[in-house]
Nanobody, 126 residues
């Protein structure tokens, strides 16, 4: 069983930066694609970014492209989301998610992920 624990959320002013982390335990981290999703109040959970298990390929939602960067450190079993030029519309609970080992194909939807963290709140004040 894979456990995911997010950290690093908080309150930041518009235009600022924040890095959130997701520490994984259980299973083999390096064999799993990882993703970040977010959910704002009253809205559905939406895709933010993903990184393949091989680490060399990343994907981003159009709304965050050029501002957010996903990365992973397999030695630390951790995936990161660096968020720059934050906007008020980025306010949401951010969730980390892990795929089953060596999964390929489209990874920008919730059904592509088997494990989820509890989420971390990111609030951007304008």
């Amino acid at each position: 069983q894979v456990q995911l624990v997010e950290s690093g959320g908080g309150l930041v002013q518009a235009g600022g930066s924040l890095r959130i982390s997701c520490a994984a335990s259980g299973g083999t981290f390096s064999s799993r694609g990882m993703g970040w999703f977010r959910q704002a109040p009253g809205k559905e959970r939406e895709f933010v970014a993903a990184i393949w298990w091989s680490g060399g390929t990343t994907y981003y939602a159009d709304s965050v492209k050029g501002r957010f960067t996903i990365s992973r450190d397999n030695a630390k079993n951790t995936v990161y989301l660096q968020m720059n030029s934050l906007k008020s519309e980025d306010t949401a609970v951010y969730y980390c998610a892990a795929q089953t080992p060596y999964r390929t194909g489209t990874n920008d939807y919730t059904g592509a992920y088997a494990y989820w963290g509890q989420g971390t709140q990111v609030t951007v004040s304008s």
